[in-house]
């Protein structure tokens, strides 16, 4: 069965890095696009940021663009984020996540349960 | 990216219907049938419930489904359960690669 197993969140400083690792299984994930996705506490859900099977290709959220950068590990069966310049609003619970179909232009099918990500002094 | 429009709240009784509204625009709801609801338990993963619009997947209950009408989309579920009662999120294809989702709708079973 498909899972998506998300790491490295935690409490960082505003203006410091962090990088999320989110592990795949279950599936061929060399094939599949995939999103990240927030969560911030008690709001709902904003998309992140998607990277192609391949990694060729790369989109994010106006929010984001210029901090984060998405990347894969198709060895590792491992997508990444890597966030810098944290701000508070950055406070959240990511989720890797995979598009329906494998198109990095699908909504997701399959969610990782999330890490919490919190930035604050 | 501006988040896509759904109520707060809706509840209903035991084997009623209730219907979540979410509306976009003419570059995200109306421009594309890639169109997916999700329901998402408390501290839980959302689940894919409906997507294109108003395909179901397997394993999902049939009193579960989807309709488009221009840049509002429309979740209907039949036969309210119990364990219906969670958050709801619609989400959109967006254009250049970028999704966008709605503010979510919490759902009361009375």
């Known amino acids: 069965q498909v899972q998506l197993v998300e790491s490295g969140g935690g409490v960082v400083q505003p203006g410091r890095s962090l990088r999320l690792s989110c592990a795949a299984s279950g599936f061929t994930f060399s094939n599949y696009g995939m999103h990240w996705v927030r969560q911030a506490p008690g709001k709902g859900l904003e998309w992140v940021a998607v990277i192609w099977y391949d990694g060729s290709n790369k989109y994010y959220a106006d929010s984001v663009k210029g901090r984060f950068t998405i990347s894969r590990d198709n060895s590792k069966n491992t997508l990444y984020l890597q966030m810098n310049s944290l701000r508070a609003e950055d406070t959240a619970v990511y989720h890797c996540a995979r598009p329906r179909g494998g198109s990095g232009s699908s909504p997701p099918d399959y969610w990782g349960q999330g890490i919490l990500v919190t930035v604050s002094s | 990216q501006s988040a896509l429009t759904q109520p707060r709240s809706v509840s209903g009784s035991p084997g009623q219907s209730v219907t979540i509204s979410c509306t976009g625009t003419s570059s995200d709801v109306g421009a594309y049938n890639y169109v997916s609801w999700y329901q998402q338990h408390p501290g839980k993963a959302p689940k894919l419930m409906i997507y294109?619009?108003?395909k179901r997947p397997s394993g999902v209950p049939d009193g579960f489904s989807g309709s488009k009408s221009g840049n509002r989309a429309s979740l209907t579920i039949s036969g309210l359960q119990a364990e219906d009662e969670a958050d709801y999120y619609c989400c959109s294809y967006a254009g250049s690669y970028t999704l966008v989702f709605g503010g979510g709708t919490k759902l009361t079973v009375l």
């Open positions: 294109d619009v108003s």
